[in-house]
């Protein structure tokens, strides 16, 4: 174990219990039902408990979430090549809330609430809207301008008013200032993120600085998506990033994996070194079936980098993993507490993808096992925790990492939780 969790660990375990911490802990939880006897063997003496298994199966903590941290955190929504030249688009479903995301005149990647601000007809139609009956008219037009299709009111790529059809500025009505709501947007590494209370926005650097540190020498920013694929797996977004956060469980559920890196079996991955990456097996230094790979390694990784693996939890919604010739990349869509929608992304060089042989399967179909093997058993604790008798998990001395979920989440809803208990 590195110097860092152990210390971190030890401090848990040793003041854990009586901590201020704690005291905000159990002060958050006092809404719940008393504990039956049955329930209070979830108690475990020495382990930090997970957030009340409540958390991850009802709608109301669901929705607490949705409004504390969804539409108030940095939310990872894809990559700048997915609109890559002006005026082009996408529509997002973010949350429940349909986003308008775009390149303006400028080559500046805006977003906006697909809401026109006369009547608040949705302007562009979302990939599920069903269009069967008639397709309307507007949308983005001309790669130029954005037109509602109810009245035409028309908006520039800022999502400036210019124009509303037969309105005369004599009423004293002036296109000048209306704008469409706007939605923050910040770039990192190629990444886009999005925050929807722009007003109220964290400071974007607090959200990407540790991965803006540890991955310095990967050229993010150039890379480009291979392949992806897209799984909705049956559990909650919480257990996914719990589950992304240790390798307690490689041993049991993900044989391919350790037979790459073997120090995944040893003492639960408690003596990993995570900060300067995970050790490959000798003669093996990617995450592929034969540990190998003919793509050249990143330019500018230092000499760990060429061996070993690196990962990164972004909070809340972005996984990635870092190989020497690959990044794989996960963007969690949390659609209700037991579903999630989960789009695995690939990226490679161009330099290599424009190779007659690139094949990204070596790297694809060895993520694809290790990902259904975590899918299947993130479904299994969302099926066991809303077992009558289960109040709430511990975690493991190895799992440490994924106290800061709790704390993530027990920091943004918490007090609302107490709010929403008394009313
Ligand atoms: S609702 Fe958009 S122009 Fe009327
Ligand atoms: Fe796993």
């Known amino acids: 174990m590195n110097r860092v969790r152990v210390n971190r ?12 911490h704690n005291t905000t802990f159990s002060m958050y939880f006092k809404s719940q039902p008393p504990m039956t006897t049955a329930l209070q063997s979830n108690v475990v003496s020495g382990l930090e408990p997970t957030l009340p298994s409540s958390w991850y199966l009802q709608d109301r903590y669901y929705e607490l979430e949705r409004e504390h941290i969804f539409m108030r955190e940095w939310v990872c929504v894809g990559r700048e090549e997915e609109i890559p030249a002006k005026g082009d688009h996408k529509v997002l479903d973010l949350y429940g809330e349909s ?6 005149d400028m080559g500046e990647i805006k977003a906006f609430y697909n809401v026109c601000r006369h009547r608040g007809a949705r302007i562009c139609p979302a990939p599920n809207d069903d269009d069967s009956v008639l397709a309307l008219k507007g949308g983005i037009v001309g ?21 509303a059809p037969h309105l ?14 706007p939605v923050g947007v910040a770039t990192w590494g190629g990444f886009i993120f999005l925050n929807l209370t722009p007003d109220q926005a964290p400071d974007f650097e607090e959200t990407i600085k540790v991965a803006r540190r540890r991955f310095e020498r990967y050229p993010l920013t150039d890379l480009r998506i291979a392949k992806t694929i897209t799984y909705e797996v049956n559990a909650n977004w919480k257990v996914l990033c719990e589950n992304y956060n240790e390798c307690y469980h490689c041993g049991p559920v993900h044989p391919e994996l350790c037979r790459i890196v073997p120090a995944f079996r040893e003492a639960g991955g408690a003596d990993l070194d995570w900060e300067r990456g995970v050790p490959h097996r ?5 995450f592929t079936f034969s540990g190998e790979s003919t793509r050249r ?8 980098e060429q061996v070993r693996h690196k990962g990164e939890l972004i909070y809340p919604n972005v996984f990635l993993s870092l190989a020497r010739e690959h990044v794989t990349f996960y963007i969690l869509h949390a659609k209700s507490p037991g ?13 290599e993808i424009e190779k007659e042989d690139f094949d990204p ?29 289960h109040e709430r998990g511990v975690y493991a001395p190895m799992e440490d990492w994924n106290l800061d979920i709790r704390r993530y989440v027990q920091d943004r809803i918490g007090p609302h939780v107490e709010t929403h208990a008394k009313s």
């Open 9 to 20: 660990w030890r401090a848990l375990v040793e003041h854990g219990a009586n901590s201020g």
């Open 297 to 304: 390694s990143f330019p500018g990784l230092n000499e760990d």
């Open 143 to 163: 790669k130029r301008s954005i037109i509602c299709p109810y009245h035409a009111w028309t908006y520039n790529l800022d999502g400036q008013l210019t124009k």
């Open 282 to 286: 000798e003669g093996a230094t990617t």
């Open 168 to 181: 005369s500025t004599e009423t004293g009505f002036k296109p000048e200032g209306i704008n469409l709501h």
């Open 99 to 104: 986003i308008l995301m775009l390149r303006n």
């Open 339 to 351: 579903k999630t929608i989960i789009d695995c992304h690939l990226l490679f060089e161009p330099f």
């Open 361 to 389: 399967s070596d790297a694809a179909d060895f993520w694809h096992v290790v990902n259904l093997q975590d899918w299947a058993i993130c479904q299994r604790v969302q099926q066991g925790i809303s077992a009558r008798v």
